[in-house]
């Protein structure tokens, strides 16, 4: 349980990274399309 903890804490910081990044890019191309 404890060895899982870390690579559980890395993977859900990489995917809200991830999301954050696909959020922000869909928001500055959304702009200027609409």
Not at 6 to 29: D, E, N, Q, Y
């Amino acid at each position: 349980m404890l060895s899982l903890l870390p690579t559980l804490l890395i993977g859900m910081t990489s995917f809200t990274r991830i999301v954050i990044v696909l959020s922000l890019l869909r928001h500055a191309l959304g702009l200027p399309q609409t």
